[in-house]
Protein backbone atom coordinates (compact mmCIF):
# COMPACT_ATOMS: atom_id res chain seq x y z
CA UNK A 1 0.00 0.00 0.00
CA UNK A 2 1.62 3.25 -0.74
CA UNK A 3 2.16 5.67 1.74
CA UNK A 4 -1.01 8.15 2.18
CA UNK A 5 1.12 11.78 2.37
CA UNK A 6 -0.49 15.40 3.93
CA UNK A 7 0.75 18.36 5.12
CA UNK A 8 0.08 19.63 8.58
CA UNK A 9 -1.19 23.11 8.25
CA UNK A 10 -0.02 24.47 11.68
CA UNK A 11 3.98 23.03 11.31
CA UNK A 12 3.68 23.47 7.18
CA UNK A 13 5.80 19.77 7.63
CA UNK A 14 4.86 16.87 5.17
CA UNK A 15 3.37 13.73 7.40
CA UNK A 16 2.55 9.88 6.37
CA UNK A 17 -0.79 9.39 7.85
CA UNK A 18 -1.05 6.40 9.75
CA UNK A 19 -3.88 4.46 7.98
CA UNK A 20 -7.30 2.31 10.25
CA UNK A 21 -7.11 -0.58 9.21
CA UNK A 22 -4.90 -0.27 6.33
CA UNK A 23 -3.50 -3.51 5.90
CA UNK A 24 -7.73 -4.20 4.86
CA UNK A 25 -7.90 -1.09 2.60
CA UNK A 26 -4.67 -1.95 1.00
CA UNK A 27 -6.02 -5.63 0.34
CA UNK A 28 -9.38 -4.02 -1.13
CA UNK A 29 -8.57 -1.95 -3.06
CA UNK A 30 -4.81 -2.72 -4.32
CA UNK A 31 -3.61 -4.19 -8.03
CA UNK A 32 -2.85 -7.58 -7.10
CA UNK A 33 -4.65 -10.64 -8.24
CA UNK A 34 -6.49 -11.56 -4.57
CA UNK A 35 -7.42 -7.67 -4.35
CA UNK A 36 -9.22 -7.98 -7.62
CA UNK A 37 -11.19 -11.21 -6.59
CA UNK A 38 -12.30 -9.47 -3.38
CA UNK A 39 -13.60 -6.36 -5.64
CA UNK A 40 -15.63 -8.25 -7.08
CA UNK A 41 -16.80 -10.51 -4.61
CA UNK A 42 -16.81 -8.77 -0.81
CA UNK A 43 -16.37 -5.58 -1.76
CA UNK A 44 -19.74 -4.99 -3.44
CA UNK A 45 -21.72 -6.55 -0.69
CA UNK A 46 -20.07 -4.75 2.24
CA UNK A 47 -20.67 -1.72 -0.37
CA UNK A 48 -24.16 -2.08 -1.14
CA UNK A 49 -25.65 -3.94 1.60
CA UNK A 50 -26.17 -1.75 4.99
CA UNK A 51 -26.83 -4.29 7.14
CA UNK A 52 -22.96 -4.84 7.18
CA UNK A 53 -22.01 -1.65 8.35
CA UNK A 54 -25.59 -1.36 11.04
CA UNK A 55 -24.18 -4.57 12.28
CA UNK A 56 -20.57 -3.04 12.44
CA UNK A 57 -22.29 0.24 14.31
CA UNK A 58 -24.07 -1.43 16.38
CA UNK A 59 -21.24 -3.52 17.82
CA UNK A 60 -19.75 -0.08 18.84
CA UNK A 61 -22.56 0.93 20.41
CA UNK A 62 -22.61 -1.53 23.00
CA UNK A 63 -20.71 -1.28 26.71
CA UNK A 64 -18.37 -3.96 25.71
CA UNK A 65 -16.94 -1.96 23.02
CA UNK A 66 -15.40 0.49 25.66
CA UNK A 67 -12.52 -1.44 25.83
CA UNK A 68 -11.17 -0.34 22.19
CA UNK A 69 -11.53 3.42 23.47
CA UNK A 70 -8.13 3.59 25.76
CA UNK A 71 -5.82 1.63 22.69
CA UNK A 72 -7.46 3.28 20.09
CA UNK A 73 -6.52 6.82 21.44
CA UNK A 74 -2.81 6.18 22.41
CA UNK A 75 -2.50 4.21 18.65
CA UNK A 76 -3.26 7.24 17.21
CA UNK A 77 -1.89 9.75 19.27
CA UNK A 78 -5.32 11.06 20.48
CA UNK A 79 -4.85 14.32 22.36
CA UNK A 80 -7.77 13.77 24.74
CA UNK A 81 -7.79 16.84 26.95
CA UNK A 82 -9.41 18.73 23.79
CA UNK A 83 -12.16 16.33 24.61
CA UNK A 84 -15.63 18.24 26.31
CA UNK A 85 -16.05 15.25 28.94
CA UNK A 86 -13.70 12.87 30.86
CA UNK A 87 -12.89 9.49 28.85
CA UNK A 88 -13.88 7.33 31.39
CA UNK A 89 -17.86 8.90 30.86
CA UNK A 90 -17.87 7.23 27.52
CA UNK A 91 -20.60 4.15 27.67
CA UNK A 92 -19.33 2.85 24.52
CA UNK A 93 -16.91 3.06 21.44
CA UNK A 94 -19.28 5.27 19.20
CA UNK A 95 -19.97 7.54 22.27
CA UNK A 96 -15.99 8.21 22.09
CA UNK A 97 -16.43 8.42 18.18
CA UNK A 98 -18.82 10.96 18.02
CA UNK A 99 -17.51 13.13 20.76
CA UNK A 100 -17.44 16.77 21.42
CA UNK A 101 -14.86 18.93 21.91
CA UNK A 102 -14.26 21.74 24.41
CA UNK A 103 -15.17 24.86 22.06
CA UNK A 104 -11.94 26.92 22.86
CA UNK A 105 -10.06 24.31 21.36
CA UNK A 106 -11.74 25.31 18.06
CA UNK A 107 -11.87 28.82 18.23
CA UNK A 108 -13.71 30.35 14.98
CA UNK A 109 -12.41 32.51 12.70
CA UNK A 110 -14.00 35.90 13.39
CA UNK A 111 -13.69 37.29 10.09
CA UNK A 112 -16.55 38.70 8.32
CA UNK A 113 -15.21 37.78 5.03
CA UNK A 114 -13.90 34.64 5.94
CA UNK A 115 -15.69 31.08 5.42
CA UNK A 116 -14.40 28.60 7.87
CA UNK A 117 -12.99 25.07 7.99
CA UNK A 118 -16.35 23.12 8.75
CA UNK A 119 -14.68 20.14 10.37
CA UNK A 120 -11.07 18.76 11.18
CA UNK A 121 -9.69 16.73 8.63
CA UNK A 122 -7.44 16.59 5.65
CA UNK A 123 -8.31 19.57 2.46
CA UNK A 124 -8.44 19.55 -0.78
CA UNK A 125 -9.33 22.90 -2.77
CA UNK A 126 -10.19 22.68 -6.19
CA UNK A 127 -10.53 26.94 -7.35
CA UNK A 128 -12.23 26.27 -10.87
CA UNK A 129 -14.28 22.55 -11.34
CA UNK A 130 -14.03 23.24 -14.55
CA UNK A 131 -9.91 22.24 -14.43
CA UNK A 132 -10.92 19.46 -12.20
CA UNK A 133 -9.77 16.58 -15.13
CA UNK A 134 -6.70 15.27 -13.73
CA UNK A 135 -8.39 15.01 -10.19
CA UNK A 136 -6.89 12.21 -8.17
CA UNK A 137 -6.12 9.62 -11.68
CA UNK A 138 -5.99 11.30 -14.74
CA UNK A 139 -8.74 10.58 -17.15
CA UNK A 140 -10.85 10.47 -14.31
CA UNK A 141 -12.98 13.53 -14.99
CA UNK A 142 -15.54 13.98 -11.71
CA UNK A 143 -18.77 13.93 -12.57
CA UNK A 144 -20.59 16.98 -10.04
CA UNK A 145 -24.05 16.39 -12.17
CA UNK A 146 -24.05 12.79 -10.71
CA UNK A 147 -22.36 13.98 -7.12
CA UNK A 148 -25.35 16.29 -6.67
CA UNK A 149 -27.81 14.09 -8.55
CA UNK A 150 -29.58 17.32 -9.89
CA UNK A 151 -28.27 18.44 -13.21
CA UNK A 152 -29.73 21.97 -12.83
CA UNK A 153 -27.21 22.66 -9.79
CA UNK A 154 -24.66 20.66 -12.18
CA UNK A 155 -24.75 22.89 -14.85
CA UNK A 156 -24.86 26.26 -12.36
CA UNK A 157 -21.53 24.68 -10.39
CA UNK A 158 -19.87 23.86 -13.23
CA UNK A 159 -16.97 26.50 -13.02
CA UNK A 160 -17.12 27.13 -9.23
CA UNK A 161 -14.74 26.67 -6.67
CA UNK A 162 -15.08 22.83 -4.23
CA UNK A 163 -13.23 21.51 -1.09
CA UNK A 164 -12.66 17.92 -0.24
CA UNK A 165 -12.98 17.23 3.58
CA UNK A 166 -11.98 13.83 4.16
CA UNK A 167 -12.74 12.52 8.01
CA UNK A 168 -10.39 10.20 9.30
CA UNK A 169 -11.58 7.27 11.78
CA UNK A 170 -9.15 9.07 14.62
CA UNK A 171 -10.83 12.73 14.17
CA UNK A 172 -13.71 14.58 15.92
CA UNK A 173 -16.14 13.39 13.71
CA UNK A 174 -18.34 16.48 14.18
CA UNK A 175 -19.07 19.18 11.24
CA UNK A 176 -20.35 22.76 11.15
CA UNK A 177 -21.33 25.16 8.52
CA UNK A 178 -18.33 27.38 6.89
CA UNK A 179 -20.74 30.38 7.03
CA UNK A 180 -23.36 32.20 8.45
CA UNK A 181 -26.99 32.51 6.10
CA UNK A 182 -29.70 30.08 6.17
CA UNK A 183 -29.62 26.21 5.20
CA UNK A 184 -32.34 24.09 4.32
CA UNK A 185 -33.63 20.68 5.19
CA UNK A 186 -30.76 18.00 3.79
CA UNK A 187 -31.63 15.77 1.07
CA UNK A 188 -30.78 12.41 0.88
CA UNK A 189 -29.40 11.07 -2.37
CA UNK A 190 -29.70 6.96 -2.20
CA UNK A 191 -26.10 5.03 -2.39
CA UNK A 192 -23.71 2.29 -1.24
CA UNK A 193 -20.98 2.71 1.63
CA UNK A 194 -17.52 2.63 -0.47
CA UNK A 195 -14.97 3.72 1.72
CA UNK A 196 -13.23 7.58 0.66
CA UNK A 197 -9.94 6.84 1.59
CA UNK A 198 -7.26 7.91 -1.27
CA UNK A 199 -6.23 4.61 -1.94
CA UNK A 200 -9.69 3.82 -2.76
CA UNK A 201 -10.49 7.17 -4.64
CA UNK A 202 -7.54 6.66 -6.44
CA UNK A 203 -8.62 3.01 -8.13
CA UNK A 204 -12.14 4.38 -8.51
CA UNK A 205 -12.99 8.39 -8.70
CA UNK A 206 -16.59 7.54 -9.08
CA UNK A 207 -17.24 6.54 -5.22
CA UNK A 208 -17.69 9.76 -4.64
CA UNK A 209 -21.24 9.65 -6.63
CA UNK A 210 -21.80 6.82 -5.60
CA UNK A 211 -21.98 6.68 -1.80
CA UNK A 212 -25.46 7.77 0.56
CA UNK A 213 -24.64 11.68 0.35
CA UNK A 214 -26.84 14.52 2.18
CA UNK A 215 -27.00 17.74 -0.12
CA UNK A 216 -27.87 20.96 1.82
CA UNK A 217 -28.36 24.89 -0.13
CA UNK A 218 -26.88 27.05 2.09
CA UNK A 219 -27.91 30.98 1.21
CA UNK A 220 -25.16 33.15 2.83
CA UNK A 221 -25.51 37.00 2.63
CA UNK A 222 -21.56 36.74 2.16
CA UNK A 223 -20.71 33.40 0.04
CA UNK A 224 -24.33 33.33 -1.99
CA UNK A 225 -25.17 29.64 -2.53
CA UNK A 226 -22.97 27.12 -1.13
CA UNK A 227 -23.62 23.51 -1.24
CA UNK A 228 -22.78 20.81 1.76
CA UNK A 229 -22.45 17.52 0.69
CA UNK A 230 -22.16 15.01 3.65
CA UNK A 231 -20.68 11.72 2.58
CA UNK A 232 -21.25 7.87 4.22
CA UNK A 233 -18.64 5.48 3.96
CA UNK A 234 -17.67 2.33 5.06
CA UNK A 235 -19.11 0.86 8.07
CA UNK A 236 -21.06 4.71 8.74
CA UNK A 237 -24.56 3.73 9.35
CA UNK A 238 -25.63 7.09 9.79
CA UNK A 239 -25.14 10.50 9.01
CA UNK A 240 -26.79 12.82 11.84
CA UNK A 241 -28.29 16.28 11.26
CA UNK A 242 -28.67 18.34 14.58
CA UNK A 243 -29.53 21.65 13.00
CA UNK A 244 -32.82 23.47 12.76
CA UNK A 245 -33.66 24.10 9.12
CA UNK A 246 -36.22 26.44 10.55
CA UNK A 247 -33.55 29.02 11.85
CA UNK A 248 -30.49 30.88 10.74
CA UNK A 249 -27.44 29.30 10.98
CA UNK A 250 -24.34 30.86 12.44
CA UNK A 251 -20.45 30.64 11.26
CA UNK A 252 -19.22 27.51 13.16
CA UNK A 253 -22.52 26.40 14.37
CA UNK A 254 -22.59 22.57 14.20
CA UNK A 255 -24.62 20.71 11.49
CA UNK A 256 -24.15 17.27 12.58
CA UNK A 257 -22.03 14.61 13.04
CA UNK A 258 -21.09 10.86 11.54
CA UNK A 259 -21.25 7.82 13.63
CA UNK A 260 -18.51 5.98 13.30
CA UNK A 261 -16.48 5.01 10.42
CA UNK A 262 -14.23 7.13 7.62
CA UNK A 263 -15.93 9.94 5.78
CA UNK A 264 -16.38 13.06 3.88
CA UNK A 265 -17.41 16.40 3.30
CA UNK A 266 -17.47 18.72 0.04
CA UNK A 267 -18.34 22.01 -0.25
CA UNK A 268 -19.14 23.60 -3.44
CA UNK A 269 -19.18 27.16 -4.13
CA UNK A 270 -20.96 29.39 -7.26
CA UNK A 271 -18.10 31.09 -9.67
CA UNK A 272 -16.48 34.23 -8.50
CA UNK A 273 -17.86 34.30 -5.62
CA UNK A 274 -14.64 33.02 -3.28
CA UNK A 275 -11.31 32.40 -3.15
CA UNK A 276 -9.20 29.32 -1.25
CA UNK A 277 -6.36 30.21 1.28
CA UNK A 278 -3.02 30.52 -0.62
CA UNK A 279 -1.42 27.18 1.21
CA UNK A 280 -4.63 25.10 0.55
CA UNK A 281 -4.08 25.78 -3.08
CA UNK A 282 -0.56 25.20 -3.43
CA UNK A 283 -0.66 22.33 -1.36
CA UNK A 284 -3.70 21.04 -3.61
CA UNK A 285 -2.02 21.68 -6.87
CA UNK A 286 0.40 19.30 -5.95
CA UNK A 287 -2.33 16.51 -5.15
CA UNK A 288 -0.94 16.46 -1.61
CA UNK A 289 -3.68 16.47 1.67
CA UNK A 290 -3.66 19.70 4.43
CA UNK A 291 -4.65 18.88 7.62
CA UNK A 292 -6.56 21.31 8.83
CA UNK A 293 -8.92 21.95 11.46
CA UNK A 294 -12.35 23.09 12.21
CA UNK A 295 -12.90 26.97 13.07
CA UNK A 296 -9.41 27.83 10.42
CA UNK A 297 -9.66 29.98 7.85
CA UNK A 298 -10.59 28.03 4.51
CA UNK A 299 -11.34 30.96 2.05
CA UNK A 300 -12.50 34.75 1.70
CA UNK A 301 -15.45 35.82 0.39
CA UNK A 302 -14.88 38.26 -3.16
CA UNK A 303 -18.15 39.59 -2.65
Known amino acids: MNNIRYIDRKTGVEQVEKVYGGKTLGLLYGDGWLSLLLSWTLLPLLAHFPFCSKIYGFF ?18 IDSSEFEQEVSSFGSFNDFFIRKLNPRRRPIDPGTKTGVMPADGRYLVYPDLSQVDGFYVKGQ ?40 GVACKPKRIQ ?21 NRYLTEIDSPSFGTVLYVEVGATSVGTVRQTFDPARAIAKGQEKGYFEFGGSCVVLLFEPGRTRFDADLIANSARHIETLGHLGESLCTTLS
Not at 70 to 76: G, K, L, V
Not at 150 to 175: E, W
Not at 191 to 206: C, E, M, W, Y
Request: charged residues 20%; positive net charge.
Open 60 to 77: QKTARSRKKIAPFIEAYG
Open 141 to 180: KFSLTQFLGNPILGRRFAMGSMAIIRLCPTDYHRFHFPCG
Open 191 to 211: GSLFSVNPIALRKNLSILWKN
